[in-house]
């Protein structure tokens, strides 16, 4: 448990998704080792449940619930589920997310976009909803992460970007209507993050060094690098702290 009582999360319930790798892991991990009892959820129970079992070995809280938020009943059985066992819930990491199609614009076809838009979209806004509903009695903290990419629209990357933006509009939105119940919302805007998620970028020599280019750190970040910003946002060090998104890529939006 840190030592800072600001980041103290002593007792509180946190639930992060796509939390069986990369930035969604590193999430999870430091959230337990501030104190909370931390739901891992992802499509896959395997994945979710190694990350709990290394939690746990390590003296921390946590439990294994799989989710893909693609699916509405899936998302409406994990709140059940929390509700049931916890009664609330303080924290919700929306990490989760798809990027099935990595091409020009022009050529991004039907199935991509809808599965791209029912994760990003649809399924952080439904989590959103049934997050909110459980925090509203006592309040609680939201975080979405999105990405640089909704800010600038990434090459080759068309309908991602555009969910991506869809994300800080609904961060705000949410932040805005929700803060009477004392529930505050705001996104984490990651840059290129070593993850397999964007291994079609880190991959390519070509794409990568064009994409450094613009990175004033001139590297890519590593998943571990994006969690003390989500500790930052859900603890009491952020008390007046919603609709903000913070970016977290090297320099990249103001290079």
Do not use: W
Not at 3 to 30: M, P, Q, W
Request: aromatic share 6%; charged share 15%.
């Amino acid at each position: 448990m840190t030592s800072n009582s600001l980041f103290d999360l002593t007792g509180k319930i946190a639930l992060v998704t796509g939390a069986s790798r990369g930035i969604g892991e590193y999430i999870a991990k430091l959230l337990a080792q501030a104190g909370a009892h931390v739901i891992v959820s992802s499509r896959k129970l395997e994945g979710c449940q190694r990350v709990v079992d290394e939690i746990t070995s390590e003296g921390g809280s946590a439990q294994a619930i799989a989710c893909h938020i693609g699916d509405m009943a899936q998302i409406d059985d994990i709140f059940a589920q929390i509700s049931r066992q916890h009664g609330t819930l303080d924290i919700l990491v929306n990490n989760a997310a798809t990027n099935p199609f990595f091409g020009h614009i022009l050529e991004t076809d039907l199935s991509s976009f809808q599965k791209t838009v029912d994760v990003n979209i649809r399924g952080y806004f439904f989590m959103s909803s049934a997050g909110a509903k459980l925090m509203k009695e006592k309040g609680g903290a939201i975080v979405n992460v999105a990405s640089v990419n909704g800010v600038i629209p990434g090459e080759m990357q068309g309908i991602y970007s555009i969910t991506k933006a869809a994300v800080i509009s609904m961060t705000q939105a949410f932040a805005k209507e929700c803060a009477q119940f004392n529930i505050r919302v705001n996104a984490l805007l990651p840059g290129a993050t070593d993850t397999k998620f964007a291994s079609t970028l880190i991959d390519n020599p070509a794409i990568l060094k064009q994409a450094m280019a613009h990175v004033p750190m001139k590297r890519v970040a590593q998943p571990k690098e994006m969690a003390g910003t989500v500790l930052y946002l859900v603890s009491d060090a952020a008390s007046y702290t919603t609709g903000t998104c913070i970016n977290v890529d090297g320099g990249y939006l103001i290079a």
